[in-house]
């Protein structure tokens, strides 16, 4: 029997705490200061966050074919 598949990109983007959060990177960080953002989106969009609930059983299951439980 072959081993599944886990999907790189997600493996990449998400992480799932032993909680069953899952942390995600935010976006619109990586050019923060090139172009004019007010201080409240550079605040904002800095560092990382988690996911709701149902978005996050939705990349548990389809993304993570291990992290299914």
């Known amino acids: 029997m ?3 598949k886990t999907r790189s990109g997600a493996k990449k983007r ?3 705490k ?3 959060k899952v942390k995600f990177g ?3 960080g990586k050019h923060l200061f090139t172009h004019g953002k007010t201080p409240k ?3 904002t969009h800095r560092g990382t966050g988690h996911l709701k609930d ?3 059983k939705k990349v548990v299951m389809e993304l993570f074919p291990y992290g299914a439980k």
């Open 26 to 28: 935010k976006a619109l």
């Open 14 to 16: 998400f992480q799932v």
């Open 41 to 43: 989106a550079k605040r």
């Open 18 to 20: 032993k909680s069953g």
């Open 2 to 4: 072959p081993k599944m």
């Open 54 to 56: 149902m978005d996050a």
